[in-house]
């Protein structure tokens, strides 16, 4: 709380999160004097830095904008033990993503630094691309687009015989491992195409658009494609290996558009390979960037690859600043924060 005082706001956007969106959200919700820097991601290459991950490597740069100010916005910003040390006068973080990575919590709480996250902000973003990646598994389409706009081929057009031709989605068994956020929307954009959805989550109670199914082999028994929207935890991580592909029916289709090790990859190309995956469709990795060695390049023909594009949309940007602006605006009111960490 600013106790009157003018609030000074460190808005540290990028390429995706513009510092001006959130000074235009800023605006809308409380009088204060904002600061914008532009750091690197995610144009720029990103990884661990210090104590945190996914993070900008931007420390010197953040410490010098956050001089005298009380509250940082950002998507990547660097807040490890060194900027906090530095930025004595910094009491609000507000991060704009669905997890602070880039924020070394307990160092927050050392300094008595509040750190406040924007979850769901890409929710309808995901849920699309992921039935986007869906489709375009099941028909070939980036295949088919290859052959024909890069290599000015007709070859794609044996997708048109029975021995070549995808999947459609009315009445296709489709299995959702996960049920939330994203996993819900994506099983109401299924029902309208006429799929059969089928639903594994333990945790989810209550009303669900499809058929609850109550393990998860039963649930790969039953369905000629699946997608993944499991967290990433102790639990689930390598939650699909060789043991679980041998489930699906033979020429089922894989997407995951969650978390890169929900998902053994090795398995999955050897479940490619052997034909008992027909397609598969990946927008997350378990390493990124993907390795230039991965086997998954070398099965492009029966592999959509995009590069962890699943929540980039403009409206993403839009709501994560307009998440960010309101938690700020509740500090300096002194209200409760509605996503507060620390």
């Known amino acids: 709380m600013t106790h009157g005082k003018r609030v000074r706001v460190v808005a540290a956007g990028d390429h995706f999160i513009l510092p001006s969106l959130i000074r235009e959200a800023l605006a809308r919700e409380v009088d204060c004097e904002t600061a914008e820097l532009t750091l690197g991601w995610p144009l720029e290459p990103f990884g661990p830095v210090a104590?945190?991950?996914?993070?900008?490597d931007a420390e010197d740069e953040l410490i010098a904008a956050l001089t005298g100010a009380q509250v940082l916005v950002t998507q990547m910003g660097p807040?490890?033990?060194?900027?906090?040390?530095?930025?004595?006068?910094?009491?609000?973080?507000?991060?704009?993503?669905?997890?602070?990575?880039?924020v070394n919590l307990d160092a927050a709480k050392r300094h008595d630094v509040r750190v406040c996250y924007a979850p769901g902000r890409n929710a309808a973003a995901t849920a699309e691309f992921t039935v986007g990646l869906l489709l375009s598994a099941l028909r070939r389409i980036p295949q088919a687009h290859d052959l024909l706009a890069r290599r000015g081929s007709w070859e794609g057009a044996t997708y048109y015989t029975y021995a070549h031709s995808g999947l459609e989605l009315e009445d296709l068994p489709?299995?959702?491992?996960?049920?939330?956020?994203?996993?819900?929307?994506?099983?109401?954009?299924?029902?309208?195409?006429?799929?059969?959805?089928?639903?594994?989550?333990?945790?989810?109670?209550?009303?669900?658009?499809?058929?609850?199914?109550?393990?998860?082999?039963?649930?790969?028994?039953?369905?000629?494609?699946?997608?993944?929207?499991?967290?990433?935890?102790?639990?689930?991580?390598?939650?699909?290996?060789?043991?679980?592909?041998?489930?699906?029916?033979?020429?089922?289709?894989?997407?995951?558009?969650?978390?890169?090790?929900?998902?053994?990859?090795?398995?999955?190309?050897?479940?490619?390979?052997?034909?008992?995956?027909?397609?598969?469709?990946?927008?997350?990795?378990?390493?990124?960037?993907?390795?230039?060695?991965?086997?998954?390049?070398?099965?492009?023909d029966r592999v959509v690859l995009t590069p962890h594009l699943g929540g980039a949309s403009r409206a993403v940007a839009e709501k994560a600043a307009a998440i960010a602006a309101a938690e700020v605006g509740r500090w300096v009111r002194g209200e409760p924060q509605a996503h507060r960490l620390t």
Do not use: K, M, W
């Not at 104590?51 to 900008?56: F, G, L, N, R, Y």
């Not at 991060?95 to 880039?102: A, E, K, S, Y």
């Not at 997350?284 to 991965?294: F, R, V």
């Open 79 to 102: 807040v490890t033990e060194r900027v906090l040390d530095a930025c004595p006068a910094l009491r609000l973080v507000v991060v704009c993503r669905g997890g602070p990575v880039n």
């Open 51 to 56: 104590e945190v991950t996914e993070a900008s």
């Open 174 to 300: 489709v299995g959702l491992v996960g049920y939330g956020a994203v996993g819900s929307r994506v099983a109401r954009a299924l029902c309208a195409f006429g799929a059969r959805v089928l639903v594994h989550d333990p945790y989810v109670r209550g009303e669900i658009h499809g058929l609850r199914v109550a393990s998860l082999d039963e649930l790969l028994r039953a369905s000629r494609a699946i997608t993944l929207h499991a967290r990433l935890t102790d639990e689930t991580r390598g939650l699909l290996g060789a043991r679980e592909l041998a489930l699906l029916p033979r020429g089922a289709v894989v997407v995951n558009a969650a978390r890169g090790p929900l998902l053994d990859e090795d398995a999955l190309c050897d479940a490619l390979e052997s034909g008992q995956v027909s397609a598969a469709a990946l927008d997350t990795y378990a390493t990124e960037p993907l390795p230039a060695g991965s086997r998954l390049r070398a099965l492009a």
